[in-house]
């Protein structure tokens, strides 16, 4: 499905009713609200017009790839962008490099019954594309919060200098991405390291 159109002409479809494998790029982010309320907003506007009767002409459609989203368990888990499978489906493992980090959020230090446990990041950079990044993935505390300031970043190209020219706020969760050097392909361990 192209543009949210069905195979009859005049009639559109968004939200729960479409199948995810149909769109192109397939998407399994189809069910969500806000994926539903922004494809209508958009979908609107390049059927009648932005808001106020003015002309649409970007003609802007749902991008289903970059959708932030999060499961909220005890330990949150968030992700936006490709998954490291569709990624090299996609691109070739040639032309990705996965960066990995184990870490120990504040909140966990502080409470003693979490033990030795540490969260995971995780960023997917398509190294022939001037090192864009292409995918997110974090478990851990405020995986959510996380999630969503840095979908902003990717939507507008971010790459992994972006991350790396980016001080990190310390002591935050978010900083371990501003900071990541370890690499799947290094083969040195993920481990957390001490500040």
């Known amino acids: 499905m192209r543009h949210e159109q069905t195979n009859v002409e005049h009639i559109y479809a968004i939200g729960d009713i479409i199948d995810g494998d149909a769109l192109e790029p397939p998407s399994q982010l189809t069910e969500l609200t806000p994926v539903a309320i922004q494809a209508g907003r958009l979908l609107a506007n390049r059927l009648y017009g932005a808001p106020g009767g003015n002309p649409n002409p970007s003609g802007k459609e749902m991008d289903y790839r970059m959708v932030p989203t999060t499961v909220f368990t005890p330990i949150e888990y968030g992700c936006v962008g490709y998954t490291e499978e569709d990624a090299v489906a996609e691109f ?3 032309n990705l490099e996965v960066f990995h980090q184990y870490y120990q959020p504040l909140d966990w230090r502080l409470v003693k019954s979490r033990g030795d446990r540490s969260a995971f990041v995780k960023l997917l950079v398509h190294t022939a594309d001037a090192d864009r990044v292409v995918g997110l993935h974090v478990c851990g505390p405020h995986a959510g919060e996380m999630t969503q300031g840095f979908a902003v970043a990717m ?10 020219e980016t001080v990190g706020i310390h002591p935050t969760s978010a900083e371990i991405l501003t900071t990541m050097d370890v690499t799947k392909r290094s083969g040195i361990s993920p481990s957390s390291k001490a500040c």
């Open 155 to 164: 939507r507008c190209g971010a790459t992994k200098a972006d991350f790396d």
């Open 92 to 94: 070739g493992a040639e």
